[in-house]
C-alpha cells in the first residue's frame, strides 16, 4: 500500500497533538516510526510517552532550539546548519514506516531547512513511507503535494488571556 503525505496546519492548537495521536496509533499496529521536531527540544511530555512506545524513535537537534524571532543571527545561522542536518538524516533512513517532521513548515517558512530539500524528498519518497508535516502557514507547494490537508483554526486560546502553557496539557 501506498504511503501518503499529511499536512496539519493552521493557527490553533492540535497540530503536533495530532502528529502525537498517529505515532500511537502506527506503534498500536506493529509500524516503525520516526518522530523529529524543529525548534522543539525534545522536552516536552509527549515526547517522554512516545520514548516509551514500541517502535517510535524520537530525533531532536539539541544545539539550538527556542523562537525563531528571538535567536540572534549567529544561532540563526547554527540553526540552518543543524536543522538541514537533521532533515537530510531523517530523510536518508530506511527504517520507518511513519515519518513525522513536527515543525518542518516552520522551518521551512524560515529558511532554516530548504523547501526545495523537503518538497524533493516528498516527490521522491519511499512509496510505502507515510509522512506528517505540521506548521502554520504552508506553501502552495508543500499544499499541492499533501494528500491530507487538515487545519486547526483557533477560535479561542488561553493564551490570548495571558494564560501560559501548561507541562502535561501545551507541552
Known sequence: MAGLIHLYCGDGKGKTTAAVGLAVRASGAGKRV???QFFKDGSSSE???LKTLPGIRTIHAQTVKGFYR???PEQREQAR???TALFRQVAAG???DLLILDEIVSACNRGVVPETLVTDFL???PAELEVVLTGRNPSPALMELADYITEMRK???PYDRGVAARRGIEF
Open 94 to 96: 530506511k527504517d520507518a
Open 123 to 125: 516527490r521522491s519518497k
Open 47 to 49: 515526547v517522554e510517552a
Open 81 to 83: 546548519e543543524d536543522y
Open 155 to 157: 477560535l479561542r486560546h
Open 34 to 36: 520516526i518522530f523529529t
Open 70 to 72: 528571538s535567536m540572534t
